[in-house]
Structures are given as structure tokens and as C-alpha cells.
């Protein structure tokens, strides 16, 4: 009786539930090790290396964050659609046309434009294009009842080839045919386009003084110099956390991002209660796209300034979104520790390279360890969760039997 | 030269690669369909096909030996589709994101150890085209059954693997409509409570599926490593484990069904390979975006939706209902 009581104590519940992805990636991390073990490798010297290459300098944790900054983003868009339980395995596909259409037209307004309403047009122009590439799965899935799994996995297909095809003809920069070399990628967008980085915002705020000589030491110039010296992070991240509370306000405080949730927890109760379910799947999977596809055109105007190799822009980010919005529990502030953690893993991948000659690739699959074992372990929140509901149903029922026994 | 001959021998040629490329799609795909009958969606099999065809090459690169090279690509599909079985059957993971884990996994493992084992592209010598020439037969002409015009040169000279994937439609047709075990896999696919009252272990059935599913996407992966290409490079399924899954939506869980979506789209690919051959000035980007299109299409029509099994993507447990 005595564990029994235990573990019908809510608040414990809600901590396993909050301790099982944790221990989904130390479960990973060991599988890992294990490998590593096999491969002759050191799993501590790795591991150290590429948690120390990942968060204890101010260019490792720039890049951890500049990494982040999609995962965060993605994943949110991730958590929309499996709220509303629908699955969006399209985010690459997504992210790619949100970058194109911002590629095109920062090469386009550019010059015409001032550069900050440029970039303003460049983000809406990537959303608005991601969400198209979105509804139109969820639209498919709504009316005609196509598995949406399977329409956003050739949805990314089709945009990896439409960026193939803009990138060798229409987008081509106009170098490469000069050149010769005619390598697929466009040219680079006007310097006014560029978004801000973190240390032009510092500079612009009046932090103009190097770490040295403020004379800082230990993790406090990494920080400072983080925040105000030249590295690539950029203010994307700070979109991208800004977007984090507006999904959270959205989903839990608004009557649209609480329809969404009814659909996604029970569609059936959801019509009856006169929503059209219909409307819903297609909103979310729009909305699902659109966070993509922003993510794409933050990478644009952020880090790269011109579009290249369709998967090397996308590098993963649509399944690795996906990681990031389970560990978090699908929800969207969850998402923010999950996609530095994540951006963290990425970024270390290759700091371990370097260190212990392990490949970096190493990181893609203990993400993928990572999601087996989160979408494996749902099985006991939802195990706890059911015994909970009948051991309340029988002592209420039976009150006499249990004091009995 | 006669242009029309040009226009024959054109088409020959792509109809020939066709038929190879064909191959990967039809393994895959039909394991896909076996599991899918039964009410698993294995989203994984781009990863089990990435693995089939790192550990088929290595061996194969190792030993030589072809025959021992796909054991293993087997075997090591078989493995992973034991572990999607346990994932889904066992422990009722929802399956398209757990699929997605697989893959994200085969992709790693693979690279990781293509790059710890090999470092580089490799070649080897895969399994040989079967010409079927007088010659070996002894006599002294130099002619070869592959060689007989249009037919002996589309339909002739592939490797075995090639004739295993298209003989494998048949088998699996009969297998899945004629066999008690088909039966059985069928009603755990439609109806598993029904199923399961009258005997039929609904997890064994499943875990036998799935694990048939991996072992032939094991083997899709080892013909493009050992057979087609005879390389290995990361991720160089591209995309072909996920099709093959769609295949089975496009073929209505039926392997003739799959096998005409595989042939549409072996069929573009080799369309798109001569183009390049031939220097046409061709958009072959747009080309290859075709079969993607034609599959959403095919995906909307309403009676597909008819034939779907009832419990696909449904964990079963006992007592529910």
C-alpha cells in the first residue's frame, strides 16, 4: 500500500514525467559510450570534449546557440502540429522554401529598400512561405484524408529538387556562371540585409570595452564576450525565444491554441463540442510550416546571407526539431533548454571529432537513440496514468474492500 | 545513323535501368508491406536500408564473399526490425515518430561507421549481371542471351538480385492471400481484438512482420551497395526507404500495387539518368520532382483510404475497448 500511495502522489508523477527524457538521453549517452567503447575511444575524454567544445567558451556557446536558434524554432512549429496531433515530418522541406523565397527577395529588395525593412519582409516572406508548404499537407489531410506523414516526407522531396532547380538556373549567382564552376548556390544577399549580431546590438548599446580589458577572468569573460565581442551569434535567437513565449501565450491562453489542443487530445469529443476539426488540422499545420519556414529565413539573413545546397541549409534541423520539441514535452518553453541542449550536442559532435578522431555523425544517431527511447517511455506516464484514474475509480467504488485489504 | 534506331535504343536503355532501379524500391516496399498488413508503420526502413547497405559493402570489401555480405545486410535488418517491433508492438510507441528515431539512427550509425572502418569511397566487385553467353556453355561463339535485340537487352543481363526482387512479388502476393499465416497476418491487421479471440497472437504476428520488413529493407539497402552501385557513401539511399513507404500507401497494401508505384518511379530516375547521358538540355530537377507529385495525388484518392488496414499505426493491448 505504502508504494502504492507513493506513486498516486501527483507531484511525483509530474517529476518522473519531467525525469523520463533526462533519462532518455543518459540512456542515449550510454548506448553511446558504448560504441565509443567499441571503437576504441574513450567515452569520458569524448563526452568532456564535446560538452567543454559546446558550452565553455564564448565561440563554443555562440555557435551552440546559433544552432539552437532553428532547433528552437522548428520545434516549436513541431509542437503545434503534435498538440493538435498531427504529424509534421515536413520541416525540412519547409525550412528549404521559407530560405528560398528569403534568399530571393533580399537579392531582389536589397538594394531597393532600407536594410531593416528588407529583413522585416525577408522573415514574413519565410514564414508566410514555410506555412504555405505546410497547410497545403494539412489541407490534403483534412478533405481528401491524405496521411500526412507521407505527403510532407514528398513535400520535402519536391522542395530539395525546386531548390536544385532555382539554385542551377533562376538563382544562380552570376560569379559561378563567370567562373565557370556553376556550383549550385545564389549570391551572397546586400550587407544591409544582414541580421544584427549580438555584438553589433552591444556596440550599439554602448558595450564597447573587450573582455581583456575589462580585465574579466573565467566563465565570466566567456559570457561577456559572448554577449558583446565579434562571434557568429546573431539576434535570431533572440526571435526565436520571443516566438517561445508568444506559442506558450498562444496554446494555453488563447481560445484558437486551446481549440488546436481539444482537436489533438480528442478529436471526436472536439466536433461534438461544434469545433471543425477540419480547420484546426489545417491552421496547425500551417502554423506547423510557418515556424519552419522562419527558421529557414532566420538562417538566411542570420548566418549564411545567401542559399546554397538545399540539405546543407536544412542540415537536419526538420528531424532534429522533432527531438527537440519531445524532449521538451511538447511544450514550448520545454523546447528553449531542449534546443541549446541539442545545438549543444551538435556543436560538441565536432569538437569530439577533433579530440578523440570520433566522427561526428555520431551525434545524428544518439539524437535518433534519444528519440526511441522518449516516444518508448510515454508507455509508463501513460501506464501511471491509467492506474491513477483506476485506483481512484476503485476506492471510490469499493471504499469497504480496500480498508479491508 | 537511323534516328529511329537512336529513339529505340534510347528507350531500351531506360527501360533496362529501370528495371534495376527498380530493385531497392521493391524490397523495401514489399517489407514494408508485410508489416503494414499486420498494422505496423515502419517509418524506419530509410535507416535499416542505410545500415543494410554499410554492412552488406563491408563484408563484401572484407571477404569478397557476396553471398556472406547480404547474410549480413539481413541479418542486421532483421536486428533493427526486432528493435522497431519491440519499440511499437511492445512497448506502443506511436509509430511515425519512433520510425523517425530509426532512421535518424541508421543514418548516424552508418556514417559513423563508414567513416571509422573506411574512411573512403570504396569499390568492390557485386554481384555479377547474368548475361547467360554461349561461351560459358562452351562454344566458342561470343554471343550472349542479353545481347538478343530489345528483349534479351532489357529483360537479360541484371543480377540475381534484380530477378529477386521481382520474384518476390508473387511469393509475397501468395504468402499474404493464400496462406493461413497471411490470414492471420490480415485479420491483425483489420480487426486485432477479433484476432486475438480467436487465438492468433497478435504480437507474434507483428513482431514477425516487422522483422521480415527490416531483413528485406536490409536487402534493398545491400542491392544498392553490392549490386547496383557496388559503393558505399553516406546517406546514399537519398530518400529511397521513405518512398518505398509511400510505395505501399501508392500500391493499396497490395504487392502488384507496389510494384507499378516502384516501376513509375525507377522509371523517372532512369528517365532522368539518360537525360543526363545524352547532354539534353533538360530541367531533369522538375523531372524528378514528378514521382513525388504523382504520389500525393494517388494518396487522395478516397478508395485507397478504403483498403487501408483498420489498425494501421494502432498499438494493440488486451482489454481495450
Not at chain 1, 515530418?89 to 532600407?114: D, N, R, S
Amino acid at each position: 500500500m505504502q508504494a502504492r500511495g507513493l506513486f498516486r502522489n501527483v507531484g511525483f508523477d509530474r517529476l518522473l514525467d519531467l525525469l523520463l527524457p533526462v533519462l532518455a538521453v543518459i540512456g542515449a549517452l550510454l548506448i553511446g559510450a558504448v560504441i565509443l567503447l567499441a571503437l576504441e575511444a574513450n567515452p569520458v575524454e569524448a563526452y568532456t570534449a564535446m560538452f567543454a567544445g559546446a558550452f565553455a567558451t564564448k565561440n563554443g556557446l555562440a555557435d551552440t546557440l546559433v544552432k539552437a536558434t532553428p532547433l528552437l524554432l522548428v520545434g516549436l512549429g513541431i509542437v503545434i502540429a503534435f498538440r493538435a496531433n498531427v504529424i509534421n515530418i515536413g520541416a525540412e522541406g519547409q525550412l528549404i522554401v521559407g530560405a528560398l523565397l528569403t534568399t530571393a527577395l533580399g537579392l531582389y529588395l536589397g538594394e531597393k529598400l532600407p536594410g531593416w525593412l528588407v529583413i522585416i519582409i525577408c522573415l514574413l516572406g519565410g514564414t508566410l512561405m514555410g506555412g504555405i508548404w505546410g497547410a497545403v499537407p494539412g489541407y490534403l489531410k483534412a478533405r481528401l484524408g491524405v496521411n500526412e506523414i507521407l505527403s510532407t516526407i514528398m513535400m520535402n522531396q519536391i522542395a530539395i529538387q525546386i531548390g536544385y532547380y532555382l539554385l542551377r538556373g533562376p538563382m544562380i549567382d552570376p560569379a559561378e556562371i563567370e567562373a565557370g564552376t556553376n556550383i549550385p548556390h545564389s549570391a551572397r544577399l546586400p550587407r544591409a540585409v544582414d541580421l544584427p549580431r549580438f555584438t553589433d546590438v552591444a556596440k550599439w548599446l554602448g558595450f564597447t570595452q573587450t573582455s581583456k580589458e575589462l580585465e574579466l577572468t573565467g566563465f565570466g569573460k566567456e559570457i561577456y564576450g559572448l554577449l558583446v565581442e565579434p562571434t557568429r551569434l546573431h539576434t535570431g535567437l533572440l526571435i526565436a525565444l520571443v516566438m517561445a513565449v508568444l506559442v506558450y501565450i498562444f496554446l494555453w491562453r488563447t481560445t484558437i491554441g486551446y481549440r488546436i489542443r481539444a482537436v489533438g487530445l480528442n478529436p471526436h469529443a472536439a466536433r461534438y463540442a461544434g469545433i471543425s476539426v477540419e480547420r484546426y488540422m489545417v491552421l496547425s499545420m500551417g502554423l506547423s510550416g510557418a515556424f519552419a519556414g522562419l527558421a529557414g529565413a532566420v538562417e538566411i539573413v542570420g548566418l549564411h546571407h545567401r542559399m546554397f545546397e538545399p540539405l546543407a541549409v536544412s542540415a537536419g534541423y526538420g528531424f532534429s526539431g522533432i527531438v527537440a520539441a519531445l524532449f521538451g514535452q511538447l511544450h514550448p518553453l520545454g523546447t528553449i533548454p531542449a534546443s541549446v541542449l541539442f545545438g549543444g550536442l551538435l556543436v560538441g559532435g565536432d569538437k569530439m571529432q577533433r579530440a578523440v578522431q570520433i566522427p561526428q555523425v555520431m551525434v545524428t544517431a544518439v539524437l535518433g537513440l534519444v528519440v526511441l527511447f522518449v516516444v518508448s517511455s510515454e508507455i509508463w506516464s501513460r501506464r501511471r496514468a491509467s492506474r491513477r484514474v483506476s485506483v481512484e475509480a476503485e476506492s471510490e467504488l469499493k471504499p469497504a474492500t480496500e480498508a479491508a485489504g | 545513323m537511323n534516328e529511329g534506331l537512336t529513339v529505340l535504343a534510347i528507350l531500351v536503355g531506360i527501360a533496362h535501368s529501370g528495371i534495376r532501379l527498380a530493385t531497392p524500391y521493391l524490397y523495401a516496399a514489399i517489407g514494408e508491406t508485410f508489416a503494414q498488413r499486420s498494422g505496423v508503420l515502419n517509418l524506419g526502413v530509410e535507416g535499416i536500408m542505410l545500415m543494410g547497405a554499410y554492412s552488406g559493402f563491408y563484408v563484401v570489401f572484407k571477404t569478397g564473399n557476396l553471398v556472406l555480405g547480404l547474410l549480413t545486410a539481413a541479418l542486421v535488418g532483421l536486428v533493427l526490425g526486432l528493435v522497431m517491433a519491440f519499440v511499437s508492438v511492445t512497448l506502443q510507441a506511436q509509430q511515425g515518430i519512433s520510425g523517425i528515431g530509426l532512421y535518424m539512427f541508421g543514418l548516424g550509425a552508418s556514417s559513423l561507421l563508414f567513416k571509422t572502418t573506411l574512411g573512403t569511397v570504396e569499390g568492390v566487385q557485386g554481384f555479377p549481371e547474368i548475361r547467360m553467353c554461349l561461351s560459358s556453355l562452351g562454344f566458342s561463339s561470343s554471343f550472349c542471351l542479353a545481347d538478343i535485340p530489345v528483349f534479351g537487352e532489357i529483360f537479360l543481363g541484371h543480377s540475381i538480385l534484380v530477378y529477386g526482387a521481382f520474384a518476390l512479388v508473387p511469393v509475397s502476393w501468395w504468402i499474404i492471400n493464400k496462406t493461413t499465416w497471411g490470414l492471420k497476418i490480415r485479420a491483425v491487421g483489420q480487426n486485432p481484438q477479433a484476432a486475438d479471440t480467436l487465438g492468433v497472437s497478435v504480437a507474434k504476428v507483428r513482431y514477425a512482420t516487422v522483422m521480415i520488413g527490416g531483413m528485406l529493407a536490409g536487402v534493398a539497402g545491400a542491392s544498392l551497395s553490392i549490386s547496383l552501385l557496388n559503393i558505399f557513401q553516406e546517406g546514399m539511399t537519398n530518400g529511397q526507404g521513405f518512398i518505398a513507404v509511400a510505395l505501399v500507401y501508392f500500391g493499396s497494401w497490395t504487392p502488384v500495387g507496389v510494384l507499378v508505384g516502384a516501376m513509375l518511379f525507377s522509371l523517372v530516375n532512369a528517365m532522368q539518368l539518360w537525360v543526363q547521358v545524352l547532354g539534353l538540355n533538360l530541367p531533369s530537377d522538375v523531372a524528378v520532382m514528378l514521382p513525388y507529385l504523382l504520389t500525393i495525388i494517388a494518396l487522395a484518392f478516397p478508395f485507397k483510404r478504403a483498403l487501408q488496414p483498420a489498425a494501421l499505426t494502432k498499438p494493440f493491448e488486451r482489454g481495450e475497448n
